[in-house]
């Protein structure tokens, strides 16, 4: 079983709408979990972190953390094609080091 | 504010060849981290700094592979008699103790083994 694990996609939705992007984690002792967008090509660049259960909103982003269901989410409300890019969850299980899913890539179409 | 730095941006070599990638993090970061991503994949972890030294390395990292961070300032990652299997772009990231200790990435080094 991977430590993080994404729907690959691609997932495509037109723009203005709701994207919904899942990461699901193996270790229960995980601690910290961030969203990452990758531009093709580029590196990655944070978008968010979250670290208690519930609801972080940012903007068009908005975050939702379940430690029991060990599972956490990403919401990209009113998608611009400027979201066009893959996303990665990364989760931290307080040792440093970030474990990666493999990334869900996302089209926004105009 | 000026971000993580990584020199070269981009690097093509013979098999067998040396390379040496060096990373600046964020100035007031003590923490850095090598990592290395393949097409299609998310970053896997290779190593870590706290100040100067290294804390671990991850099995991934081949007795081929060593890094440093002297004065816990900038970092270099030299890879020996390279194979085309270390095709990849390698990732370096900080971030700063007692803090979130979220990790903020560099440009990366894309490599290339012919």
Not at chain 1, 62 to 83: C, E, F, M
Not at chain 2, 15 to 32: A, K, M
Not at chain 2, 46 to 68: G, I, M, P, V, W
Request: hydrophobic share 30%.
């Amino acid at each position: 079983q991977k430590e993080v694990e994404q729907n690959s996609g691609p997932l495509s939705v037109p723009e203005g709408a709701i994207a919904s992007l899942n990461c699901t984690y193996s270790d229960r002792g995980s601690q910290s979990f961030f969203w990452y967008r990758q531009y093709s090509g580029k590196s990655p660049e944070l978008i968010m972190f979250i670290y208690s259960n519930g609801d972080k909103e940012d903007g068009r982003f908005t975050a939702q953390l379940n430690k029991a269901s060990q599972y956490v989410s990403l919401l990209i409300r009113d998608s611009q094609p400027s979201d066009s890019a893959t996303y990665l969850c990364a989760v931290n299980k307080a040792d440093y080091k970030l474990s990666f899913g493999a990334g869900t890539t996302v089209t926004v179409r105009a | 504010d000026t971000g993580v730095s990584q020199d070269p941006r981009h690097k093509i070599t013979k098999r067998g060849q040396n390379v040496t990638f060096r990373c600046d993090p964020i100035s007031e970061h003590n923490r850095l981290y090598w990592y290395r991503q393949t097409l299609g994949q998310g970053p896997e972890f290779l190593t870590y700094f706290q100040n100067e030294a290294q804390l671990e390395k991850s099995r991934l990292l081949s007795d081929r592979f060593s890094a440093e961070r002297p004065k816990g300032s900038f970092s270099t990652l030299e890879i020996q008699r390279t194979e085309q299997g270390d095709s990849a772009m390698y990732l370096c990231a900080s971030s700063l103790e007692y803090s979130t200790d979220t990790q903020y990435f560099g440009p990366g080094t894309r490599l290339t083994v012919l």
